[in-house]
Structures are given as structure tokens and as C-alpha cells.
């Protein structure tokens, strides 16, 4: 399921932490990223064991970044654009670990920014939550179309490719023998940088998935962005050329 959310609510609602939509509490130590165009900074931060955090991420790019947990890390999915600023309350959880979080532009470069906790042991992922952005969603509305996409390490094939616009289904298997891939929607902008419009996550090797997003005509992209360092791969698919252009009329 794509984790892109519009409404505060809903980008807290099933999550362990429940923090305010303002931001976070005064309380929380500020852990300042700044996003740029040429990777973010920093990429590791020490936590101590329960920490009560906020995760300030400025964007100082010239182009929309994107930040999320990954490899089991529960940090909602939130676009940060070019010159704005979002905070994300973070709870570390007890016990030691390192857990990951994936800052990066759609189809650019990706920095995966460490949160090490001091102690002994192990536990699960800690979660997050964000002040609401400005996001593509998913529609519950009927499709006007349905493409089906196969995921094939480093490739892309879809049964079509143009739709009208509106509300379009995709469904995204993952053919691959044992590589983790994902379907990643990105509208092509005018000044040549993506707009991811809406993805289906973290697919492992022989599951399928799908989504409905309403999409303006344009050009697009049907990609996996699964970065070095996430689920395990060793190469950005994206850069190794998992992707394909396709229309919508």
C-alpha cells in the first residue's frame, strides 16, 4: 500500500506514536536533516534508548524530496518541497538498534540516514508521525483503467502503455526469483524532475499489489525506486534502469 497520505488523521491513524499534527512538543529534542539536491545531511544520528525526538527536515534543494522509514522503520511517507520545512515526532524505541530512514528526490539521488540507539538488545522498529503535507493520494473512485505491471530485476513492462486520464488501477507483480521491487508512479515535470503521484511498497520477490490514482494528463514514469541499502539491494534500480515512460491523454 502507498504511504502517501493527505490528511493528518489519516498519516497517524495505526500508528504506535499518535503525535500532535503541530509538529511535536516543545519537550522533544529537534534533530535538524537539511534535504539538498546533492544528498542530505546528516546521514547517521545516536539516540538514546526512548528518546523522544523531532525530526526537522528542511529542504534547501531546488527540488521536492521525499523522506520515509525503510527496512521496517515506521516513518510515514512525507513530501517535502523546495524551500518548506516538515517536522516528524519520533519515538526511539528501548532497546539498541539502528533503523533507517530513506531521504531522497524520485528518481535522484537518495541518502539513507542511520538512527543508532545506544543499549543492549534488540526490539522492533520504533514509528513516527508528520505534520501534514501536500500529497498525492490514492482514490477510492472506479478506474477509468487498469494496467498491469511486472517487476523483473532491472525491468519494467506494463500490457499498456497510455491511459486517460482519471482514476487509473495498477497492479504490480513482482516477478523477480528474490529481489524486493516496487511500482513507483512519477509524473514527468516541466523542468525535467519527478512528481511521485502515488507507488505500491516494497513488494519481496513473487507478491503482487495495487493501487487507484487519479492522474492528469502528462508524462510519466512506471519505476521501482528501491535505493542501495534498502531491502537488502546492493544497486538504486531506478539508476540501474527500472523504468519506463508512459502517457496519460
Given at each position: 500500500?502507498?504511504?502517501?497520505?493527505?490528511?493528518?488523521?489519516?498519516?497517524?491513524?495505526?500508528?504506535?506514536?499518535?503525535?500532535?499534527?503541530?509538529?511535536?512538543?516543545?519537550?522533544?529534542?529537534?534533530?535538524?536533516?537539511?534535504?539538498?539536491?546533492s544528498?542530505?545531511?546528516?546521514?547517521?544520528?545516536?539516540?538514546?534508548?526512548?528518546?523522544?525526538?523531532?525530526?526537522?527536515?528542511?529542504?534547501?534543494?531546488s527540488?521536492?524530496?521525499?523522506?520515509e522509514?525503510?527496512?521496517?522503520?515506521?516513518?510515514?511517507?512525507?513530501?517535502?518541497?523546495?524551500?518548506?520545512?516538515?517536522?516528524?515526532?519520533?519515538?526511539?524505541?528501548?532497546?539498541?538498534?539502528?533503523?533507517?530512514?530513506?531521504?531522497?528526490?524520485?528518481?535522484?539521488?537518495?541518502?539513507i540516514?542511520?538512527?543508532?540507539?545506544?543499549?543492549?538488545?534488540?526490539?522492533?522498529q520504533?514509528?513516527?508521525?508528520?505534520?501534514?503535507?501536500?500529497?498525492?493520494?490514492?482514490?477510492?473512485?472506479?478506474?477509468?483503467?487498469?494496467?498491469?505491471?511486472?517487476?523483473?530485476?532491472?525491468?519494467?513492462?506494463?500490457?499498456?502503455?497510455?491511459?486517460?486520464?482519471?482514476?487509473?488501477?495498477?497492479?504490480?507483480?513482482?516477478?523477480?526469483?528474490?529481489?524486493t521491487?516496487?511500482?513507483?508512479?512519477?509524473?514527468?515535470?516541466?523542468d525535467?524532475?519527478?512528481?511521485?503521484?502515488g507507488?505500491?511498497?516494497?513488494?519481496?520477490?513473487?507478491?503482487?499489489?495495487?493501487?487507484?490514482?487519479?492522474?492528469?494528463?502528462?508524462?510519466?514514469?512506471?519505476?521501482?525506486?528501491?535505493?542501495?541499502?534498502?531491502?537488502?539491494?546492493?544497486?538504486?534500480?531506478?539508476?540501474?534502469?527500472?523504468?519506463?515512460?508512459?502517457e496519460?491523454?
Amino acid at each position: 500500500m502507498p504511504k502517501f497520505l493527505p490528511l493528518c488523521a489519516a498519516l497517524i491513524a495505526g500508528s504506535a506514536l499518535a503525535a500532535a499534527c503541530s509538529g511535536g512538543s516543545s519537550s522533544r529534542r529537534a534533530i535538524n536533516i537539511t534535504q539538498a539536491d546533492s544528498g542530505c545531511t546528516p546521514t547517521s544520528v545516536d539516540l538514546s534508548p526512548g528518546e523522544a525526538v523531532a525530526l526537522v527536515v528542511k529542504n534547501d534543494g531546488s527540488k521536492d524530496h521525499e523522506i520515509e522509514g525503510i527496512n521496517g522503520t515506521r516513518v510515514d511517507e512525507v513530501l517535502v518541497p523546495a524551500g518548506r520545512t516538515r517536522t516528524i515526532d519520533y519515538d526511539a524505541q528501548s532497546t539498541a538498534g539502528t533503523h533507517e530512514v530513506k531521504c531522497y528526490i524520485p528518481g535522484g539521488t537518495t541518502t539513507i540516514l542511520k538512527l543508532n540507539v545506544a543499549g543492549a538488545g534488540a526490539s522492533p522498529q520504533a514509528s513516527g508521525s508528520a505534520t501534514p503535507a501536500s500529497v498525492a493520494s490514492p482514490t477510492n473512485t472506479s478506474a477509468n483503467a487498469t494496467v498491469r505491471v511486472k517487476l523483473v530485476s532491472f525491468t519494467v513492462t506494463a500490457d499498456a502503455t497510455s491511459v486517460p486520464a482519471g482514476p487509473t488501477r495498477f497492479i504490480a507483480t513482482n516477478a523477480s526469483p528474490a529481489d524486493t521491487h516496487e511500482l513507483a508512479v512519477l509524473r514527468v515535470k516541466a523542468d525535467g524532475s519527478y512528481e511521485n503521484k502515488g507507488e505500491i511498497e516494497a513488494l519481496p520477490a513473487g507478491a503482487s499489489g495495487e493501487v487507484t490514482l487519479d492522474l492528469p494528463p502528462g508524462k510519466y514514469l512506471l519505476s521501482c525506486l528501491i535505493a542501495a541499502g534498502e531491502a537488502g539491494s546492493k544497486v538504486d534500480h531506478f539508476q540501474a534502469g527500472m523504468h519506463i515512460p508512459f502517457e496519460v491523454k
